[in-house]
């Protein structure tokens, strides 16, 4: 059907669309005829510039090219209008979108005489549909989308869903979201008023329960949009969900055991500057505090005050504050300022970017163990005193045993060399025996020869008297041997009397000699006796001295790994310590003083334990009994019957 109107009122008609649209005309062969004002501004020409070029100088060169750029004008050459949103290339290559219909003007004859574009800019409208249309894109890349009509009827979902769910889309799509809930669930007021209020526009959001096509539970945290029409009414419901049910299922872990550890240990929070958020009722019953009372003020009310101050405390905060984790066993004081001892562990807590939001302190109350722990510790000090002085009595009696070893050898020599003598004197004696033997042999014949000579001058005699007056001579010398041979005869009866006699004696001194020498060789035998039992005694002595030595360095080792167990790391010293058991006297004021043992030292300080610690005050001269030297000192830390001191100027060695 043709409208035919007036040639008046079609100008009229042609100058409003030309008002609010920009309208081009064309050869039916794309040459460009004229162009309004509106297009000329939407495409930034002027109408000498573009008047007499082809339609092709909008478009892009590949598109211009294209066989479905043949077909656009081919249709239109052929009185075929074309309507849709196209994208156009304005000058200077800026993209321009327009809504626009291409329209043939037919002759009287039938035939195309001219085609005339009416287009309007919807560059701005398509960049957000484009821009819309991406963030759908991303999110139905990312999250499970589905869409419901108002009574929760599915009408699509994305793959997202449907895999997290387990189903076809064939299998939800005209089924109701019930499908996804327990039975149990599905008849309870909540769920029904839930889309009731989504029917009438009202936004829901929240982590929901949704069952599996397998039957198990799944964990989404969704947003359901209700969408509203033109006129601002809801006609359908747009569901965004991702899958939560790890994340949901490990924060029900931690959150269980947070709880466990709530219910079993004390439990306090604090700023990264030490200001108290909150504390459990086992903190609060630990300590004796309400949570008013706690709340808002500072952990230095749990500490002493000389600790507070020290530097070690603010070092303390401030490694949390750089959020450096910590753990030991601390001395803190309750509300009646009783000492409690916490076993304990300071955890700075992260966001998400990695800022520390607060730092939480997990403990448990170790008092008892503790008081048990220094009873233990002081016990072990005690014996570690007593084995000392044990050890150094055995040292005292390994070296009286050693000054016995040492006389026994000299009584060994001694005897040795009497023995020596004695064999000297025993073979004098035999030899003066044997040779009184020969002499006795001499004598004896020299008695034979004496006999003979008498008999002899005896003969003569005879035989001078018979001779006469001519033997007379004879005879006087006969008479002269006689005598000879009376006096060698006697001389010879004395000699063999002296010779028995000293046979005799030295028969008697060889019977002494051997007397002599059988008590030598016993004297020696028990000589050498003693001398093995106090080399034996030295050996035991030096292994008892050995063994306490051990038994001492054991107790310190002892009482160094309890003492170790006792002190919180932020009372530790920073250097090594060595475990002592020394007397000394702490000095204070004009004349005060009082009496103590020093337990264990370190280059920076020392422990003293003292019956009457509380007395001590914060500045003080120590002064060691042994006279090696005074330290000037600072308490750090008290401890029943034990305090911490630092050296104010450089250590004294009294390990040695």
């Avoid at 599905?186 to 982590?207: D, H, I, M, T, V």
């Avoid at 984790?325 to 001395?331: E, F, L, N, V």
Wanted: aromatic share 8%; with cysteine.
């Amino acid at each position: 059907m043709t409208l035919l109107l007036p040639q008046s009122d079609f100008r009229e008609i042609v100058d409003a669309f030309s008002r609010s649209q920009a309208i081009i005309q064309f050869k039916p062969d794309g040459t460009i005829l004229e162009a309004n004002e509106n297009f000329l501004r939407t495409f930034g020409y002027s109408l000498d510039e573009i008047k007499g070029r082809h339609h092709r100088m909008f478009v892009d060169p590949d598109y211009a090219k294209s066989s479905d750029y043949e077909r656009l004008w081919k249709a239109l050459s052929k009185g075929e209008f074309q309507s849709a949103e196209f994208a156009r290339i304005a000058k200077g290559g800026k993209e321009v979108w327009i809504q626009a219909t291409y329209n043939p003007v037919i002759s009287r004859s039938g035939t195309v005489r001219k085609i005339v574009k009416i287009a309007t800019d919807i560059t701005e409208k398509k960049r957000k549909a484009l821009e819309a249309q991406g963030q759908i894109d991303a999110i139905n890349r990312s999250q499970a989308v589905i869409q419901f009509d108002l009574d929760g009827t599915i009408l699509d979902a994305n793959s997202n869903f449907l895999k997290s769910l387990g189903y076809e889309l064939s299998e939800v799509k005209g089924k109701h979201h019930s499908l996804f809930l327990d039975p149990e669930d599905r008849n309870k007021p909540e769920y029904k008023a839930f889309w009731r209020k989504l029917g009438e526009g009202a936004y829901q959001s929240g982590e929901f329960r949704r069952r599996h096509k397998d039957g198990r539970d799944i964990w989404i945290l969704a947003s359901y949009n209700p969408i509203l029409d033109a006129a601002g009414h809801p006609f359908k419901v747009v569901k965004f969900a991702t899958d939560v049910t790890s994340e949901k299922l490990r924060n029900a872990e931690y959150e269980g055991q947070i709880a466990a550890i709530s219910r079993s240990q004390a439990m306090i929070s604090f700023t990264r500057e030490g200001i108290i958020l909150d504390a459990n009722e086992n903190f609060l019953r630990t300590t004796g505090y309400s949570a008013a009372e706690v709340v808002g003020r500072h952990h230095r009310m749990f500490v002493s005050p000389d600790y507070a101050q020290s530097k070690e405390y603010a070092s303390f905060w401030k490694d949390l504050g750089d959020g450096k984790h910590t753990s030991a066993i601390y001395q803190r004081y309750g509300k009646s300022g009783t000492p409690i001892w916490l076993q304990a562990t300071y955890n700075p807590i992260f966001d998400a970017s990695g800022r520390l939001i607060k730092i939480t302190k997990f403990a448990t109350d170790v008092t008892q163990n503790m008081k048990s722990r220094q009873t233990a510790i002081a016990a072990a000090e005690e014996t570690l005193g007593t084995v000392e002085q044990t050890v150094a009595s055995a040292r005292e009696i390994t070296g009286s045993a050693q000054d016995v070893s040492r006389g026994m050898d000299e009584a060994q020599r001694a005897v040795d060399d009497m023995q020596t003598r004695s064999e000297a004197a025993g073979r004098s004696t035999e030899t003066l025996r044997k040779a009184a033997a020969s002499m006795d042999d001499v004598v004896q014949l020299i008695s034979k020869v004496a006999d003979q000579i008498n008999l002899l001058s005896l003969n003569a005699t005879i035989e001078a008297a018979r001779a006469g007056e001519a033997g007379r001579g004879f005879a006087v010398v006969a008479n002269e041997v006689k005598d000879l041979a009376s006096q060698t005869s006697q001389a010879t009866t004395r000699i063999f009397a002296e010779i028995e006699e000293m046979q005799t004696v030295a028969g008697a001194v060889d019977e002494a000699l051997k007397a002599i020498q059988s008590s030598i060789t016993e004297v020696q035998e028990l000589v050498q006796g003693t001398s093995t039992a106090a080399e034996q005694q030295c050996a035991a002595t030096d292994e008892i001295s050995s063994k306490l030595m051990l038994a001492s360095e054991n107790v310190a080792s002892v009482c160094s790994n309890l003492d170790n167990w006792v002190v919180g790391m932020e009372n530790r010293r920073k250097s090594e310590r060595t475990r002592v058991h020394k007397h000394a006297e702490i000095r204070f004021g004009e004349n005060e003083s009082l009496q103590c043992s020093v337990r264990d030292i370190s280059e920076t300080g020392a422990r003293l334990h003292l019956k009457n610690a509380g007395n001590v005050p914060s500045q003080f001269t120590l002064h060691f009994n042994d006279g090696k030297a005074e330290r000037s000192c600072r308490l750090v830390r008290r401890d029943g019957d034990n305090i911490g001191i630092e050296f104010v100027k450089s250590v004294l060695a009294l390990s040695a």
